[in-house]
């Protein structure tokens, strides 16, 4: 836990066109805004022209928070936002509060957030301040390109809950971004299905924790939970040091139908052609042609090969107080 003083001065980045009922939300945020004033927190709003965007994308945003001074940024939105937010701020000591809104958002879960932005603000003045480690996936990776852990690379991004690679990076890479916006997280779904009757499962090594595995699917947690109502990496700790791997070997599309009731029971540890362990670094190298796609924190991240690698000591992370009983490493 960090000591600082109070909050006084926060960026409130938020995405003007994510998700649904945009003009309600704009009316929850300035009632929001109303809340952290009355606990001393004045906010400017600064509105994303969505991820990738320059001059006024999240990232963007959340690196100048730190050129102007602010005393924190408070993201609102879904994990697109938060990963964007996050890329900004990665190696400040900055902090960043969480309005859960947008497609979905993971971290709301792990943190036990209320999925109201009113609520959740009214969290933000009680909040600790927790020191943690990130994620960070890099692409293109190969012999005479590794670079020393931690170390920034040119093609890196971070993540804050989970990453893949397999299935779930495809459906992230394909998904039509008008039909997320219509219909969320159903979305996902359809795509998913989609994908089921068409993807190849190409194969790919694993290289972690002593293991050479060959597998279709990599899930990269640094969250028990995972997309919609899934918790995969149960034994993920947002707090600690190290990933928790679930790494998937079939090639069998019936298999992998038949996990989706499994997935849902949160009973994928028992299935046995589904390993997991705890690594903090991993590297992912193709042995098929068919290219196989990440995600991070449900965004599109490229292809293999790639490492994802724990990056210590990485980002300022406001936690609730309804977490506050949660054992973390004293900073």
């Known amino acids: 836990m960090l000591s600082a003083p109070p909050i006084r001065d926060a960026l409130l980045i938020f995405n003007p066109v994510s998700g649904r009922r945009q003009a309600a939300r704009l009316r929850h945020i300035e009632r929001a805004r109303t809340i952290l004033r009355r606990d001393g927190i004045e906010t400017e709003l600064a509105p994303t022209r969505g991820p ?39 190696g400040s000591h900055l902090p960043v509060a969480l309005l859960p809104a947008g497609t979905a958002n993971v971290l709301a879960k792990e943190l036990a957030l209320p999925w109201d932005i009113e609520k959740a603000a009214a969290l933000v003045a009680r909040s600790q301040l927790r020191r943690i480690a990130l994620g960070q996936v890099i692409t293109g990776i190969d012999e005479r390109s590794v670079e020393a852990p931690g170390s920034i690379g040119r093609h890196g991004r971070y993540f804050l809950s989970a990453a893949g690679a397999g299935p779930d990076g495809a459906i992230v890479y394909m998904v039509h971004a008008a039909l997320k916006k219509s219909i969320g997280t159903l979305a996902y779904w359809a795509e998913g299905m989609r994908q089921l009757g068409r993807y190849t499962f190409p194969r790919f090594r694993v290289i ?41 070997t079939t090639r069998s599309r019936l298999k992998y139908l038949g996990y989706l009731p499994i997935l849902w029971a949160g009973q994928l540890r028992h299935m046995r052609h589904a390993q997991f362990f705890k690594a903090a ?43 506050l009983h949660v054992q973390v490493k004293a900073v």
Do not use: W
């Open 281 to 323: 670094t991993v590297r992912c190298e193709p042995l098929d042609d068919v290219k196989a796609y990440i995600q991070t924190d449900g965004e599109a991240a490229g292809r293999l090969p790639a490492e994802f690698r724990i990056v210590p000591d990485a980002l300022t992370l406001a936690v609730p107080p309804s977490v």
């Open 208 to 248: 972690a924790g002593g293991k050479s595995i060959d597998a279709t699917l990599i899930v990269v947690g640094r969250t028990k939970h995972y997309g919609g109502p899934f918790r995969i990496t149960t034994e993920a700790d947002l707090y600690g040091d190290q990933f928790e791997l679930m790494v998937c």
């Open 52 to 90: 990738g965007s320059a001059a006024e994308g999240a990232m963007e945003l959340a690196r100048k928070a730190i050129k102007d001074g602010r005393q924190m940024v408070i993201a609102c939105g879904g994990d697109g936002t938060l990963n964007e937010v996050i890329n900004g701020l990665a």
